[in-house]
């Protein structure tokens, strides 16, 4: 199965410690975005890259988080110095069209 | 992007036919309607989309009337594996308005 996948599923950390995820999205699309989920709530919008080229970001987005797709592939969004309300599952989808996006399993942080 | 309605909950037993409406009185004339379907510690999977009329896919169909203002997702026949969290978006696809918002989505539980 070539679906999309998130690396670490589960990361647990102290606030005030910076945590990086990973998304490695299907490989003939173009487009990579990234959510974040709390728990009874739809998924938010936080970023998303058309290839490299990131072309939207959320208010959510503060300045301690930032994602990148260096070479249009995979992804990374690393949250520095965290605090325990980024606890969350953080999801990543990916879309070759306007369509349908497929989502990957997700990682969930908790910040201690 | 128009803003979605939906039931926060619905219960239904094996073997019936699960309809959820999802209003949407904003929407504009290029806004697609896409539904979700999230099970938990799962990312969201696409079901079906649609813009006017009906729609059917090996899954699901969505119902749409005219004006466009509310639609139904239809799911025939439910079984206890359908019990997930459906989400109900609009959003303008063909002009690359890739952000899409969720709502609080439907909790729909199936019982034996």
């Known amino acids: 199965d070539t679906g999309v996948s998130q690396n670490p599923r589960h990361k647990i950390t102290k606030r005030g410690q910076n945590v990086t995820f990973r998304c490695d999205p299907i490989s003939e699309h173009n487009r990579l975005y990234w959510y974040r989920q709390t728990l009874g709530q739809g998924p938010e919008f936080l970023t998303y890259f058309q290839n490299e080229a990131q072309l939207e970001k959320s208010r959510l987005l503060s300045d301690r988080f930032s994602a990148e797709r260096p070479k249009g592939s995979f992804s990374t969004l690393e949250i520095q110095r965290t605090e325990q309300g980024d606890s969350a599952m953080y999801l990543c989808?990916?879309?070759?069209?306007?369509?349908?996006?497929?989502f990957g399993p997700g990682t969930r942080l908790t910040v201690t | 992007l128009a803003k979605t309605t939906q039931p926060i909950s619905m219960d239904s037993y094996e073997g019936q036919e699960v309809n959820i409406t999802c209003s949407h009185n904003?929407?504009?004339?290029?806004?697609?309607i896409t539904w979700y379907q999230q099970f938990p510690s799962q990312g969201p999977r696409f079901i079906i989309q649609?813009?006017?009329t009906k729609v059917t896919n090996e899954v699901a169909s969505l119902f749409i009337p005219a004006d466009r203002k509310s639609s139904t997702l239809s799911l025939p026949r439910v079984s206890l594996s359908d019990t997930a969290v459906y989400y109900c978006?609009?959003?303008?696809?063909?002009?690359?308005?890739?952000?899409?918002?969720f709502g609080k989505g439907t909790r729909l539980h199936i019982l034996p």
């Open positions: 989808a990916s879309s070759r069209d306007q369509v349908e996006q497929y």
């Open positions: 904003n929407i504009a004339t290029n806004d697609y």
């Open positions: 978006l609009v959003g303008d696809v063909e002009n690359r308005d890739d952000k899409i918002i």
């Open positions: 649609g813009y006017k």
